[in-house]
Every structure is written in C-alpha cells, then in structure tokens.
C-alpha cells in the first residue's frame, strides 16, 4: 500500500480519548502521518498525543476548529514530498472507531471524489443538535444543489487541491458547512460515505448548550456569507 494519506485531528481538551484516536488513525491503510492540533488545551492532550505517536501542534489559545484545521494542514504541507498527501480529518473523541475512517480515504485515494463525508451508520441523539443540522442542510441545498445527510460531519477526505481551493476557510464551526458548499460551487465531486463511527454525544448541560449556540452562530455566519436572503435578514436583526 503507498502512503498518500495525512490524518490531520483538531483537539482541545481530549486527553481522555485523544490516545486511542491517534492510534486507530496510525493503523489506517495508506497513512504516514498523523498530526494532532492541540487546540489551547488545558489538559494533557498534547502529551497523550504525542505519546500515541502523532506530531502534535500546539496553539498557545483556542483558535477554533477552522483554525485548527488550517494549521494541521500547513503542518502536512511542511512535511510532503513531491506529491501531497490526501488530508484526512477527524475529531478526537472517536477513539476506536476511528479505524473505520478508511472508508473515506478509498474514494479519494480511487479519484472517484474530491472529498468525502463521513456518515454515521449510528447516530447519536443529542438534545436541541437538531436545528443546527436542520439549518446547515437547508443552507447547503439553496446554495449549492447538494443534499446533505450529515451536514455537520467532521469526518472528511480531501485532496489537497480541494483543500486550497477552499481556503481561506470558514470560521470555527460554520467549517463544514462552507466547505461542503464552496467545493460544490467550484465543480469538485463531493460523495458521501456510510462508515461505523461514533464520537461522544454532546450531552444536554449548560456548557453544551452554549457549544450549540456557538455552532448556530458559526452556521449561520458561513451561510450568510454566501447567501444574500440570510446576509439581509440577519442584517435586519442587528438592526
């Protein structure tokens, strides 16, 4: 098997799952290189990390997932031959059942897509997640024709042709979101790929809540920058 593939993990306060992440990803077929972005953990993500086997890229303050994506792959960039690697990225809560990210790697590695999306054969119930899905799905399907299932999933496998062209990328969680629409609009071939996942159900407390409301926010912006009706009409509610 030639390695082509790079796993690229934002990570912020996962020393509790980082390890067995890291490790699922370092058993994948065709990849080389792991590289975690300790997103300004106040953990020992880093360290566990590293431990695992990654290269580990430290932000001394969160920078948000975006941010945190951008460094990971300019990390890769720093360490390719000739020829990039693909850039597959993951969260780090999905401990083992990262193995099965190989999945997504196939199509791209095939040239049969230009970037792929995880979906999760299991979901996850999580209370109020619903209108954030809701709302990216819809946003996605005006802006560019495409039908999400899983608007919001990290898991994703880029050619890095893809990736650049869709930088400069959107901010923190509104990622997906614009990802999925920009490389649609610029004629890349996005699939969708079903894979035995899971990562730890967000839960229903305040700090989640407030995490919900962040990715809203995020969601919303991503969207209204490509989209005039929703620019227009959350211009009128600032008003």
Do not use: Y
């Not at 080389?32 to 001394?60: P, Y």
């Not at 890769?76 to 997504?104: C, E, N």
């Amino acid at each position: 098997m030639v390695t082509d593939t790079a796993v690229v993990i934002p990570a912020r306060d996962e020393a509790e799952r980082i390890g067995a992440t890291v490790a699922a990803a370092m058993d994948l077929p065709g990849v080389d290189l792991v590289v975690v972005v300790d997103d300004g953990s106040t953990d020992q993500t880093g360290r566990v990390a590293r431990a695992a086997g990654a290269r580990v890229v430290r932000h001394s303050r969160n920078r948000g997932k975006a941010g945190a994506m951008e460094s990971g792959a300019e990390a890769v960039r720093l360490l390719d031959g000739p020829k990039p690697r693909h850039l597959l990225f993951l969260d780090a809560d999905l401990g083992d059942t990262a193995r099965a990210a190989s999945a997504l790697v196939e199509p791209v590695r095939a040239g049969a897509a230009d970037m792929t999306i995880a979906v999760f054969a299991t979901r996850v119930k999580l209370g109020g997640h619903g209108i954030v899905v809701r709302l990216a799905r819809d946003g996605i399907k005006r802006a560019s024709g495409f039908t999400a299932a899983q608007p919001l999933n990290g898991q994703r496998c880029l050619t890095r042709d893809a990736f650049e062209a869709a930088r400069p990328l959107a901010h923190g969680f509104g990622v997906e979101t614009a990802l999925t629409i920009d490389l649609v609009r610029k004629g890349f071939r996005v699939a969708e790929v079903e894979v035995d996942m899971a990562h730890r159900a967000t839960g229903t407390d305040w700090r989640a809540q407030v995490h919900r409301a962040r990715q809203l926010r995020d969601v919303a912006l991503a969207l209204a920058a490509r989209e005039p009706v929703i620019r227009d009409n959350l211009a009128k509610i600032r008003l």
